[in-house]
C-alpha cells in the first residue's frame, strides 16, 4: 500500500485493494499588511506578517474502491465537529498543523436500500499555530 498522503489518522492511500487519495489539491499563502493613512499622501503599507495557510481538497470515497464511504463522511465529520488540530503531510512533506473548517459532501450512488457506495468530499484547512 502507497500512503500519498495523511491528515493525523486520515490516511489518503492507493494499493490493489483501496483507493482513497486526494484530488484538486489547492494550497494558499498570503502576506498580511496595515496601511498607515497619511495626511495628503498615499497610505504607506507596512508587512505585518505572513497570513495563515489554506488547503482545499477532494477526496472520492467509493465502495468500488475499497472504502466505506458513510464510515469515512462520518470519521472527517467528527473531526470537524471536534475542531480537532492534525499534521498533513502529503507524500515526505510536512505542511503544517491544520483544522477542518468545513466539508461539503456530494452522495452519488447508492443501493436499492439506500446504503450509501460513493460520494465525494470538498475539505477546506486552515492552517492552525500556537507561536
Sequence with gaps: MATVGALGNIIFTV??????????????????????????KKPLREYTGPELDGVDFSVTLSAFLGVNPQKELDK??????????????????????????????NWKKFTARGKLLEASVSLKLTEYTEE
Excluded: C, W
Design 15 to 40: 494499493s490493489a485493494r483501496q483507493i482513497k487519495t486526494l484530488s484538486e489539491f489547492k494550497r494558499t499563502r498570503g502576506a498580511k499588511f496595515a496601511n498607515h493613512e497619511r495626511h495628503m
Design 76 to 105: 472527517l465529520g467528527r473531526h470537524v465537529d471536534s475542531a480537532k488540530v492534525s499534521a498533513l503531510v502529503i507524500g515526505e512533506r510536512v505542511l503544517g498543523n491544520f483544522t477542518i473548517d468545513s466539508m461539503s459532501e
